[in-house]
Every structure is written in structure tokens, then in C-alpha cells.
T-cell receptor, first 112, second 113 residues
């Protein structure tokens, strides 16, 4: 069945770049999403990428999409302590947007 | 602009009890969903709705009922609570199309003892 996989933990030093990786199985999606969850809060849409794009840049965020390998990555430049959170990759299955399959989430820890 | 409001924030139930988790949105979104979040498993879709009067099952619907009588409200009912339903529950809504993604509520942390 459809699946989204992410590594569970990432630790980086403040000011370095963070790269969070995701692989997915449903290739019919028009969009792929990155959500951020801060402690005790709901998920917040961070960014998304159209499936016909290879890259999208939004300020400190860069999303790379490799459709051949079904691989999605999120790069955060100049990582700050406020970036500490759980990051979820999400893939809408069956070509629609009503059923999002989420990865297990990558917990990003930023240390001085 | 409240967005998606979930109540209660915390709840403890005894096995076999029933309860309703409330969800309301003020953005006039047609599409609403309920997810549960368990450690190490991401979010899993329970039920979703594409408009008033229309609901459908997600990945893990057993033990839960939903209804959508208005655009604003999408309550989730636990029929007979079980310890396996201990989780954090999120309600989410979105406008048509995919570019805006879902807006999530802040969650209800449910413990079944």
C-alpha cells in the first residue's frame, strides 16, 4: 500500500543547514507537502511543491523533488533554535487531497 | 479569525465510555478530516468529509463515527472507548484545491484507562 518514510531524528548545530529526507510510494500526487509541528501544537503547513517541479525555494527553505526515485527533501538554511520541531512529509494518495499519508515525522533538535 | 477549534484539549475516559470530540472551523472550508497521532506512526486518517452531509472512511475508522450536518462542524464520536484509542486527535480543514493544504486544530489528547 501507500507509504511515506522519514528518518526519526536529526540533530544540527545552530547556524548549520538541516536536510530532512522523505520517500513516498504514490506518484500520482499533484502536490507534496511539508508540515511542522511544535510541542503541544497542531501541524502547520510549512511549504509544498508541485509534482512537475524539481525544486522550490522559499526564504530559508528549499524543497527538492526527485520523482524518479520518489524522494523529497527539505533543506533549512541557517537553522535556528526556533526551528526545533517535528517535520512531517505528506503525500495525498490516489491523486486527490482528501487522504494525506504522513510520514512518522523527523524530530529536529538544534543545539548551540 | 479562530481557524480550527477543537474541544476539549484533554480528556480521560474509562473503557467502554462514549464521548464526542468537537471540531469547528470558521473559514467556510468544505473539506474536513480527523486524524489520530501516535508516537512513531505519524498521523493516520480516521474519517473525512467533502461537504455537509457527506462523509467517508479513512485508514483507521473502526470505533469512530462522524457526521457533518453543517459546513462548520465535524464532530468525532467514540462509541465505546478502548485503551487502543488513547491518542492525540487532530481535526483539519482545507479549501478546494491542494495548494493551501490543511489547517489543523491544536488537538485533543485522549487517554482511555
Amino acid at each position: 500500500g501507500e507509504d511515506v518514510e522519514q528518518s526519526l531524528f536529526l540533530s544540527v548545530r545552530e547556524g548549520d543547514s538541516s536536510v530532512i529526507n522523505c520517500t513516498y510510494t504514490d506518484s500520482s500526487s499533484t502536490y507534496l507537502y511539508w508540515y511542522k509541528q511544535e510541542p503541544g501544537a497542531g501541524l502547520q503547513l510549512l511549504t509544498y511543491i508541485f509534482s512537475n517541479m524539481d525544486m522550490k525555494q522559499d526564504q530559508r527553505l528549499t524543497v527538492l523533488l526527485n520523482k524518479k526515485d520518489k524522494h523529497l527533501s527539505l533543506r533549512i538554511a541557517d537553522t535556528q533554535t526556533g526551528d526545533s520541531a517535528i517535520y512531517f512529509c505528506a503525500d495525498p494518495i490516489s491523486g486527490g487531497y482528501n487522504k494525506l499519508i504522513f510520514g512518522a515525522g523527523t524530530r529536529l533538535a538544534v543545539h548551540p | 479569525n479562530a481557524g480550527v477549534t477543537q474541544t476539549p484539549k484533554f480528556q480521560v475516559l474509562k473503557t467502554g465510555q462514549s464521548m464526542t470530540l468537537q471540531c469547528a472551523q470558521d473559514m467556510n472550508h468544505e473539506y474536513m478530516s480527523w486524524y489520530r497521532q501516535d508516537p512513531g506512526m505519524g498521523l493516520r486518517l480516521i474519517h473525512y468529509s467533502v461537504g455537509a452531509g457527506i462523509t467517508d472512511q479513512g485508514e483507521v475508522p473502526n470505533g469512530y463515527n462522524v457526521s457533518r450536518s453543517t459546513t462548520e462542524d465535524f464532530p468525532l464520536r467514540l462509541l465505546s472507548a478502548a485503551p487502543s484509542q488513547t491518542s492525540v486527535y487532530f481535526c483539519a480543514s482545507r479549501p478546494p484545491g491542494g495548494g493551501d493544504g490543511y489547517t489543523f486544530g491544536s488537538g485533543t489528547r485522549l487517554t482511555v484507562v
